[in-house]
């Protein structure tokens, strides 16, 4: 069993498209996380939703819009992509606070 | 949010023990310092967290001074499948609020 799905594993795309990533955690957690890995390696926080309430929302434009319709998925959804928009997005989740983190396998997505 | 500074990359034989150090200076009381470990292409996996003085398991141990101000990640006897980015992280792990921060990591190469 995987403890933290997300779908699809790789996603081509062309600029202006609009795409969604879903996650999905069976561990019972009650925050998730979106995490963005960009072609440097820099893994940097994007979202964090406790019980479905957005809890964090870093400096992230707003075509990026996460749904959380229950407390076990997180997905993502980003409207008008651009080039930028290219890099590897990690789903995450723990119980309460960030105390452990389980992640995702990660989404590449490129945007042509 | 404490920052974190460690190497950018070491090397080492297999078979050799590998410490891996982490400043924090600005570390709060608050905080617990956790390290995660990422292969190519997954997701950061948890190895070890602690508080203060040593925490060992399975995987590795965390040594941490009594000031806290820095932490030494050791991996003992490390093979080829050690070879990986090793993050350090700093927060206070009952906050939702406050998403772990990960820093530029120390990519680890083992050789044969």
């Known amino acids: 069993d995987t403890a933290v799905s997300q779908t699809p594993k790789y996603l081509v795309t062309q600029m202006g498209n609009d795409k969604s990533i879903k996650c999905e955690q069976n561990l019972g957690h009650d925050t998730m996380y979106w995490y963005k890995q960009d072609s440097k390696k820099f893994l940097k926080i994007m979202f964090s939703?406790?019980?479905?309430?957005?809890?964090i929302n870093e400096t992230v434009p707003n075509r990026f819009s996460p749904k959380s319709p229950d407390k076990a998925h997180l997905n993502l959804h980003i409207n008008s992509l651009e080039l930028g928009d290219s890099a590897v997005y990690f789903c995450?989740?723990?119980?309460?606070?960030?105390?452990?983190?389980?992640f995702g396998e990660g989404s590449r997505l490129t945007v042509l | 949010l404490a920052k974190t500074t460690q190497p950018i990359s070491m090397d080492s034989y297999e078979g050799q023990e590998v410490n891996i150090t982490c400043s924090h200076n600005?570390?709060?009381?608050?905080?617990?310092i956790t390290w995660y470990q990422q292969f190519p292409s997954q997701g950061p996996r948890f190895i070890i967290q602690?508080?203060?003085t040593k925490v060992t398991n399975e995987v590795a141990s965390l040594f941490i001074p009594a000031d806290r101000k820095s932490s030494t990640l050791s991996l003992p006897r490390v093979s080829l499948s050690d070879t990986a980015v090793y993050y350090c992280l700093v927060g206070d792990r009952g906050s939702g609020n406050t998403p772990l921060v990960f820093g530029k990591g120390t990519r680890l190469s083992v050789i044969a």
């Open positions: 600005n570390i709060a009381t608050n905080d617990y």
């Open positions: 995450a989740s723990s119980q309460g606070g960030p105390g452990e983190l389980f």
């Open positions: 602690g508080y203060k």
């Open positions: 939703y406790n019980n479905k309430e957005l809890i």
